[in-house]
């Protein structure tokens, strides 16, 4: 398979991931655990992770698998593999718990180190984001297909994309006052980064833990739809390149003409 393929594959493979933790969710029958990091996990996650996992491992037999909910993969094991599939079964578990919605499945493809497919599925939208390695990022929900731009309308105030139970103080208080701002929020991490790349939003910060698996099919989408993720010191993240799959603290952001370095420096 091409890389258009294997994404079209791989949205089947989401689809199919989103439709059991949606029956899940409407049932309301589901068990809630804490992990050693105190972050919740569901059964809903464990479903979801072994219909992606079972289906991954037939269509491409030979690509490895790193998902969050089996991260205990040594690092002699993992840099030894130029390709992986990289897998948030569930993103927006404390979003599930609590009842809003906002929550999706994640795939990556990591190829050399790079997202090469990014597949994000909300299943309580029916709303699919994908995008592959120089073929562009889309969304396809009941519309249709609509390719992904991010915003480059340096006129209105910069929309920073916030958790729905985050206060306004905190964010703001993390970026310069010297441009203005509009707060724009969303439950799920990974669906913060595709508001950004349709346009919708043009910001997202990340302060705490998260592993690759919350970034890769968001920064692939990102990256086709003209935006990135970056570090703290504006440097592009990186796949299977350190002893840790945990990412360091965070930005998502849209146009690559505003000032980034301006907008985060009281970090």
């Known amino acids: 398979m091409d890389l258009c393929e294997l994404t079209l594959a791989v949205e089947k493979i989401a689809r199919a991931a989103g439709a059991e933790i949606k029956r899940i969710y409407q049932s309301g029958d589901f068990e809630c655990l804490t992990k050693e990091d105190s972050s919740p996990v ?33 690092v002699e094991q993992r840099h030894s593999w130029p390709r992986y599939w990289l897998v948030d079964p569930l993103d927006g578990t404390g979003e599930f718990v609590a009842g809003s919605g906002d929550f999706a499945v994640a795939i990556a493809l990591i190829d050399n180190h790079v997202p090469t497919i990014g597949v994000i599925y909300a299943p309580m939208y ?15 929900d009941p519309n249709g297909l609509t390719p992904l731009k991010v915003n480059t309308d340096q ?45 919708s939003a043009d910001f997202y910060m990340r302060i705490g833990p998260t592993g690759e698996w919350d970034t890769g099919a968001a920064h692939c989408i990102l990256s086709e739809a003209g935006g990135d993720i970056k570090d703290l010191s504006l440097v592009t993240l990186t796949y299977n390149k350190r002893d840790t799959l945990q990412n360091p603290n965070f930005i998502v952001c849209g146009d690559p003409d505003i000032p980034w370095s301006e907008v985060v420096n009281k970090i």
């Not at 992770?49 to 909910?69: G, H, K, M, Y």
């Open 42 to 74: 569901t059964s809903a996650d464990y479903a979801a992770n072994d219909v992606i996992c079972a289906a991954l491992r037939q269509l491409t037999p030979e690509i490895p698998i790193v998902s969050e909910e089996f991260p205990d993969i040594t």
């Open 126 to 140: 029916d709303r699919c984001y994908l995008a592959s390695l120089d073929n562009g990022a889309y969304r396809r």
């Open 155 to 199: 006129q209105s105030p910069i929309k920073i994309a916030v958790s729905l139970r985050q206060s306004k103080e905190t964010v703001l208080s993390r970026v310069s006052d010297q441009f203005q701002y509009q707060l724009v929020p969303m439950g799920s991490a990974t669906l913060k980064s595709c508001l950004i790349a349709e346009g």
